[in-house]
């Protein structure tokens, strides 16, 4: 048994330890908030498919890193030898980047099982062989275990997800489906859960909303979810010869989707696809700029969007059926983020616990005037509000 020969010695052994145990661990705490590094992190962030040893893979990180958001989830990441992978992972940390690592192939019979990945041969072994290899990495954010596969796969994704715990307990796990109304069944198969609505041109905008409050209604109050929202133009993946069967989301709509996933419980964002972008036939320039602009628009959002404060009471009174909103309290002000999910033009009007005086509606060139606890205002079709209001001081 050993013994320190001073307090202060003891104390640098224990913050040195205490420093190397939380370098690099990722986790999700109870108020489901991703914590890196232990601070609080937002996961804003995009798909893209470019592999190390793709063309233009770097030139991809540059243009992101450029960009509004923080986080990647890379298709292509196990195309290249470990030490390819590994230069390619350092490129993402050094461009103050996170990545979502893709363990999604690693299941034979599936379309893009790779069979290897460097000198590992075999989904175990190639799953226990990258996770090994770069769990310590400062790059990286979470697993990504399941793209969209179906319930026959379950066992399958259970075994692998505690699997993948008991290798590398330092970082979450990721899943994303489009069977909303089966999520339940997937609970055992991640931490944190995601939905990928793509309604654009030919379903409603709301489905945004609407699937992101089945996978809270599916995972409970106390685990995250990391949505998809829609980016792309969906008319590239026809298959029936049509080459344009319609735009894909305009600014507005993709910021009504956000928003909607976001005031429905959505605790991080990344968008469908940045590669998708790249053959969008309204030019890549126009749609990035769009992209860019509400990421950063977003991004500015962040503090509020991770604040754990107890936020005031709110009702919506008036426009209830197609006004979903939420509210945040941060740095002295009340916060509520509105959207209209309908293609209609809507008045709402909420109803605050506590009085204030005046609501400035971020983003926007105006203000509008509380009066009796009531905030008044008119949503045009798929319109969303922000409105920040000063709390009295104690």
């Known amino acids: 048994m050993s013994s320190c020969n001073s307090i202060g010695f003891c104390l640098i052994v224990f913050m040195s330890l205490h420093t190397l145990a939380a370098e690099g661990k990722v986790y999700i705490n109870g108020n489901n908030v991703t914590i890196v590094d232990d601070k609080p992190f937002f996961p804003l962030g995009l798909f893209t498919g470019r592999g190390p040893m793709s063309d233009g893979a770097i030139e991809v990180l540059d243009e992101i890193a450029d960009s509004p958001f923080n986080t990647i989830m890379n298709y292509g990441i196990n195309s290249g030898s470990i030490e ?12 103050g980047l996170k990545i979502i690592y893709s363990l999604k192939d690693f299941y034979e019979g599936t379309p893009y099982y790779p069979g290897k990945v460097g000198h590992y041969k075999g989904a175990e072994e190639i799953t226990r062989g990258v996770i090994s290899e770069f769990k310590a990495h400062p790059a990286i954010l979470a697993w990504y275990l399941n793209d969209e596969l179906p319930r026959k796969y379950i066992p399958r994704l259970t075994e692998r997800y505690r699997m993948v715990k008991r290798l590398d307990p330092s970082h979450p796990a990721w899943i994303v489906l489009y ?49 998809v929202p829609q980016a792309h133009n969906t008319s590239i993946y026809r298959t029936d010869g049509a080459k344009y069967a319609g735009p ?21 964002l990344i968008f469908y696809s940045f590669f998708d972008l790249k053959r969008d036939p309204l030019g890549f320039e126009s749609r990035w700029a769009d992209v860019k602009k509400l990421g950063q628009e ?43 999910v309908s293609r209609e033009e809507q008045d709402a009007e909420f109803i605050i616990s ?41």
């Open 298 to 340: 977003i991004k500015s959002l962040i503090p509020i969007l991770l604040s754990t404060e107890e936020p005031l009471k709110v009702q919506l009174s008036s426009g209830e059926r197609h006004i979903h909103f939420s509210t945040r309290r941060y740095d002295g002000r009340l916060y509520i983020l509105a959207v209209n």
């Open 179 to 227: 069977q909303v109304n089966e999520l339940k069944s997937y609970l055992n198969t991640t931490d944190v859960m995601g939905a990928d609505p793509y309604p654009i041109p030919h379903k409603s905008i709301s489905m945004a909303g609407e699937w992101t409050q089945l996978a809270r209604k599916a995972v409970g109050p106390k685990r995250a979810i990391w949505m």
């Open 354 to 394: 506590e009085e204030v005086k005046e609501a400035k509606i971020l983003f926007e060139d105006r203000s509008l005037s509380v009066e009796k606890y009531r905030l008044t205002d008119k949503f045009q079709p798929i319109a969303v509000h922000l409105y920040e209001m000063e709390l009295p001081k104690p």
């Open 84 to 95: 390819q992978i590994r230069l390619y992972l350092d490129a993402v940390d050094e461009r």
């Open 248 to 268: 894909g989301p305009t600014f507005d709509e993709m910021r009504c989707m956000a928003y909607q996933c976001l005031v429905n419980g959505a605790n991080g």
